[in-house]
């Protein structure tokens, strides 16, 4: 099974909305995959997901409840063969996890659309609405990626 872990910098905006919205968007099409995510920093290390997030995944009845920040391991680098960050500044910062073999499976997530581009970090925007629709139009073209190329 295909393996996807989602990145940002604290695990608690961003690639947690990515995981659950993937998860939900992937059990509608009848699709598995093994989803995660994880964090760059150990800031938000052992919290919950961040309270402004929660309403987003309250409306698609996920089952966040368990999910606590991680932080990314130099074994994800082997382990998973997708790493989606959100925005450049994570892909710099996986790179200096994870072993330079990896390198090939970090990919920033709005890379899969037309226009790529950072999701800001919502954090310090406060734009959660704005970050919620460009993650969920990113995925969408993310899982047609995978789609085509028969990974999923
Ligand atoms: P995230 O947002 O990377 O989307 O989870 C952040 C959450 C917390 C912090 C930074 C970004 N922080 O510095 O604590």
């Given at each position: 099974m295909l393996k996807i872990c989602f990145v940002c910098?604290?695990?608690?905006?961003?690639s947690p909305m990515a995981e659950f919205l993937m998860k939900y968007k992937l059990e509608k099409l009848n699709k598995s995959a093994k989803v995660d995510s994880k964090a760059?920093?150990?800031?938000?290390?052992?919290?919950?997901?961040y309270p402004h997030i929660r309403p987003y995944l309250d409306k698609i009845g996920?089952?966040?409840?368990?999910k606590r920040a991680e932080r990314l391991q130099y074994g994800d680098g082997d382990y998973y063969d997708y790493i989606i960050v959100m925005e450049a500044r994570n892909l710099t910062a996986v790179k200096s996890i994870v072993?330079?073999?990896?390198?090939?499976k970090i990919f920033r997530?709005?890379?899969?659309?037309?226009s790529p581009h950072d999701v800001a970090d919502p954090w310090y925007t406060r734009d959660f609405d704005k970050c919620y629709k460009e993650i969920d139009f990113a995925l969408d073209e993310f899982i047609d990626f995978l789609v085509k190329n028969k990974l999923i």
């Open positions: 910098l604290g695990n608690i905006c961003r760059t920093s150990y800031e938000e290390v052992g919290n919950p997901v996920a089952d966040y409840k368990n072993d330079s073999k990896n390198y090939g997530l709005c890379d899969f659309t037309s």
